[in-house]
Structure formats: C-alpha cells, structure tokens
C-alpha cells in the first residue's frame, strides 16, 4: 500500500512568504499556495508554482477539504483577522502542525 505524501500549505502574501515558497520548491517539498483572491493566481503561476488553493475566506462554510493531502501549515501574515480565518478554515484540514510567522 503506497501512502500519498503530503502537501506542506502556504499562505504567502508577502516577501518572507515568497521566499519560504522557492526553498520549498528549491528542496522539491510537495506544497500548495493558499490564496484567497482569484487575481493571486497568475503571479504565482509565473513563479511556477503548480498547485494553489483557493479559500473564501468570507464564507461561513469551512468544511471545504483540499484535492491534495495537507501536512504542515504555514502562515504568513500581519492582519489578524485574516490569519484568524485561515487558521479556522486550515485547521480542519491536517492534524499536523499550524504555524503563523508575522512580525
């Protein structure tokens, strides 16, 4: 029985976000990029990055379960209601750990 390695999620607005991204993909993880706006996509896309997840982060529904197996979270984020959400919606997701990086 072959076991589906798992995805390391990101959420990275920002720069440290950003940078987090190409050691991952530098070091061949298995990741996915949050992004909660559709306009997000195609930066990432230019940067490579193959799969990304979109979260509606103003819908009440969270029980939304990604096509890829969640690992680990990271969070890369300065507005605490917004990291609050994700950690609600991702938080569901992985028994793993959740992590929030913000200055």
Request: glycine share 2%; charged share 15%; proline share 7%.
């Amino acid at each position: 029985m072959q076991v589906e390695q798992e995805f390391t999620i990101v959420s990275a607005p920002n720069r440290t976000g950003l940078h987090f991204v190409r050691q991952l993909q530098c070091r061949n993880v298995p990741f996915a990029v949050l992004v909660n706006e559709l306009d997000q996509r195609e930066p990432l896309a230019q940067l490579g990055i193959e799969h990304m997840i979109h979260v509606n982060i103003t819908s009440h529904d969270i029980q939304f379960i990604p096509d890829v197996p969640v690992g680990k979270v990271y969070l890369f984020e300065k507005n605490l209601p917004l990291c609050c959400r994700l950690i609600q919606i991702c938080r569901s997701w992985t028994s793993r750990p959740l992590y929030v990086i913000t200055q």
